[in-house]
């Protein structure tokens, strides 16, 4: 695998070097320490970037960071890549693979094919690990490891590429796991595993901050334990990220609501009735049955 990486990817672009960008970086380094990473983002993150040894060099300039790399990892929100899409593709050499890391495909995938005709090819990716928290500072070698990474297969042709299986190898050294999925599938299955748990977690803390609001005694917040903390820690996520996959997958995630909003009316239905534990028994099961 280190050999087909080697023969692949030398110069590896990483635009956006926060949580993500960060650590597929860090794992790079760790696992491929012949690669020569440059990072593109904001001075003040690039600044952050160099000191925690996470990229070996920075730049603020689009072109400078694509110039001769290899491998470009665009690991920036939703709107923003779509928006460098073509620039990326006008500066991108010519042997490149770029490939993203964003939330929702279709959109970035439309705009991808529209650009990306001869030369650099793209690869549209997400892969299924993260953090509450973000920022570089946040970033970790391990972050991909024994999770689910999905690739985009466009067409026929996408697997057997020899820059895109120099990827999927890169990964499975990183110990994560490539998926392929098209973007139609992969965005309606986030929608239900990934962002309506995000828009639950909102919905739940607007109630209890609700209920909490002018009560001097402090109540109910001040009677909240752990089953409350874990049930909003993804509420710490920041809507500048959330905005993009909101508006990018707001038909899936339109339904997603709509499902959730009948299982709460059906769950208020049952309340006093023994249905209610055949719905506590579905639960349990699903909650078994997902591997860490």
């Given at each position: 695998?280190a050999?087909n990486f080697?023969?692949?990817?030398?110069?590896v672009?990483?635009?956006?070097?926060?949580?993500?960008?960060g650590?597929f970086?860090l794992a790079?380094r760790k696992?491929?320490?012949?690669?020569?990473?440059?990072?593109?983002?904001?001075?003040?993150?690039?600044?952050?970037a160099?000191?925690?040894n996470?990229?070996?060099?920075?730049t603020?300039?689009?072109?400078?960071a694509?110039n001769?790399a290899?491998?470009v990892?665009i690991?920036?929100p939703?709107?923003?890549?779509?928006?460098?899409?073509?620039e990326?593709?006008?500066?991108?050499?010519q042997?490149a693979?770029?490939?993203?890391?964003?939330?929702?495909?279709?959109?970035?995938?439309?705009?991808?094919a529209?650009?990306?005709?001869i030369g650099?090819i793209?690869?549209?990716?997400?892969?299924m690990?993260?953090?509450?928290t973000?920022?570089?500072a946040a970033?970790d070698?391990k972050l991909f490891a024994?999770?689910k990474?999905v690739?985009i297969e466009?067409?026929a042709?996408?697997?057997?590429?020899?820059?895109?299986?120099?990827?999927?190898?890169?990964?499975e050294k990183?110990?994560?796991?490539p998926t392929?999925?098209d973007a139609?599938t992969?965005?309606?299955?986030?929608?239900?595993v990934?962002h309506?748990p995000q828009m639950?977690a909102?919905?739940?803390?607007?109630?209890?901050?609700a209920?909490?609001?002018g009560?001097?005694?402090g109540?109910?917040?001040s009677l909240?334990?752990?089953?409350v903390?874990?049930s909003?820690?993804?509420?710490?996520?920041?809507y500048?990220?959330w905005r993009?996959?909101a508006f990018?997958?707001?038909d899936?995630l339109g339904r997603a609501?709509d499902?959730?909003a009948?299982a709460i009316?059906?769950?208020?239905t049952?309340?006093?009735?023994?249905d209610?534990?055949?719905?506590?028994?579905?639960?349990?099961l699903?909650?078994?049955?997902?591997?860490?």
């Amino acid at each position: 695998m280190a050999e087909n990486f080697a023969t692949a990817f030398h110069r590896v672009a990483i635009l956006g070097t926060g949580l993500i960008g960060g650590s597929f970086a860090l794992a790079l380094r760790k696992h491929f320490p012949e690669a020569r990473i440059i990072g593109f983002d904001r001075e003040a993150v690039l600044a952050e970037a160099l000191a925690r040894n996470v990229i070996h060099e920075s730049t603020t300039d689009l072109a400078t960071a694509l110039n001769g790399a290899d491998l470009v990892y665009i690991a920036l929100p939703i709107s923003t890549t779509i928006e460098l899409l073509p620039e990326i593709a006008k500066h991108a050499a010519q042997n490149a693979l770029v490939t993203d890391a964003c939330s929702t495909k279709r959109a970035i995938c439309r705009a991808a094919a529209q650009h990306f005709h001869i030369g650099a090819i793209f690869l549209g990716g997400h892969p299924m690990a993260g953090k509450e928290t973000e920022g570089v500072a946040a970033a970790d070698e391990k972050l991909f490891a024994n999770a689910k990474y999905v690739l985009i297969e466009e067409n026929a042709e996408t697997k057997n590429n020899p820059r895109v299986a120099a990827f999927t190898s890169l990964l499975e050294k990183m110990n994560g796991r490539p998926t392929w999925l098209d973007a139609d599938t992969h965005d309606w299955a986030v929608a239900i595993v990934s962002h309506l748990p995000q828009m639950t977690a909102i919905a739940l803390a607007e109630v209890i901050a609700a209920e909490a609001d002018g009560e001097a005694d402090g109540l109910p917040t001040s009677l909240a334990g752990p089953g409350v903390r874990d049930s909003l820690r993804l509420t710490a996520s920041p809507y500048s990220i959330w905005r993009d996959v909101a508006f990018t997958n707001s038909d899936n995630l339109g339904r997603a609501l709509d499902r959730l909003a009948h299982a709460i009316e059906q769950l208020r239905t049952h309340l006093t009735s023994r249905d209610l534990e055949k719905s506590f028994a579905e639960a349990n099961l699903l909650h078994k049955s997902l591997k860490p």
